[in-house]
């Protein structure tokens, strides 16, 4: 048995069925993530156009089964295409990186209101943003960790919750336990499980990202290249640890070839 429902939802993947269908895995307001088939998508006159692109913000309407499985799309009409972040290379990957995650991390059919308010409104404010597009890319990291309970403390010790131990460090770098999801003082270090070094420098940056009002606050924080590629490192081994079967992006190794092959 299915029941026709309406949803506001995210495009996160689609592929080609048959010869002109396509299956869509939408993040959605009410269901969570959900998969469904389109049929006539790729058809010369199809009626459903851009609202099947990635990242596309739409409001679906599907026959959805009461078990978990492959639902029927009826109609899915564009609301907003986000049109912007496919203007700019960096932004574009950054944009890309947020509906793949998503599509990793979340499981099938479990509503999350706090996730799909992230997801949009990330999409949004990097949809108007004109700078600094992987500030905006990792607060939506920091922030995705606290929804699904990984939370992060930048600012004060994981263990005696002391906030002056950056001056107890005389290397330049810290040691953040990934299984506290914060850093550790100099006095407390011996009880780290699972130590990652990090630069103090790199710490009072993720803790400006973290406590940003707004996601597009974070477009005011300029990061230079080796520290971004520390924090996206750091972010991402920090979600793998918590969520084991997370594996390498497919948007990353795209985006990081084409740099190597476009490097101006």
């Known amino acids: 048995m299915s029941q026709i429902v309406k949803t506001e939802a995210v495009v996160l993947k689609s592929m080609k069925y048959g010869e002109t269908s396509k299956i869509v895995t939408f993040y959605t307001q009410k269901y ?24 596309a913000y739409v409001l679906l309407v599907m026959y959805k089964k009461e078990t978990k499985g492959l639902n029927l799309i009826s109609q899915c009409d564009l609301l907003k295409s986000f049109r912007y972040i496919s ?3 960096d932004k574009l990957a950054e944009g890309l990186k947020v509906i793949e995650l998503v599509y990793r991390v979340a499981h099938d059919e479990e509503q999350n209101l706090p996730l799909f308010k992230l997801i949009v409104g990330t999409l949004s404010d990097l949809d108007k943003a004109d700078k600094n597009f992987s500030s905006i890319g990792f607060t939506f990291e920091i922030k995705l960790g606290e929804i699904l309970g990984y939370s992060f403390n930048f600012s004060t010790c994981g263990k005696c ?12 770098s810290l040691l953040f336990d990934f299984s506290r999801g914060a850093a550790l003082c100099s006095d407390c270090q011996n009880y780290i ?21 707004e996601i597009s606050a974070a477009s005011n924080i300029e990061i230079n290249p080796q520290n971004k590629t520390e924090i996206g490192n750091f972010l991402f081994d920090y979600l793998r640890y918590h969520i084991s079967e997370l594996k390498d992006l497919k948007s990353d190794k795209i985006f990081n070839n084409l740099k190597k092959s476009n490097p101006h």
Do not use: W, Y
């Not at 969570?32 to 990242?55: H, P, W």
């Not at 990090?198 to 009002?213: G, H, K, Q, W, Y």
């Open 32 to 55: 969570g993530k959900v998969t469904g088939i389109v049929k006539g998508a790729r058809a010369s006159k199809s009626k459903f156009g851009a609202s099947l692109d990635s990242m």
């Open 87 to 89: 203007s700019d290379l």
């Open 161 to 172: 919750g002391r906030n002056n131990f950056r001056k107890t460090e005389q290397t330049g």
């Open 193 to 213: 499980i699972h130590p990652v070094k990090i630069s103090s420098d790199n710490l009072a940056i993720l803790n400006r990202l973290e406590t940003t009002a």
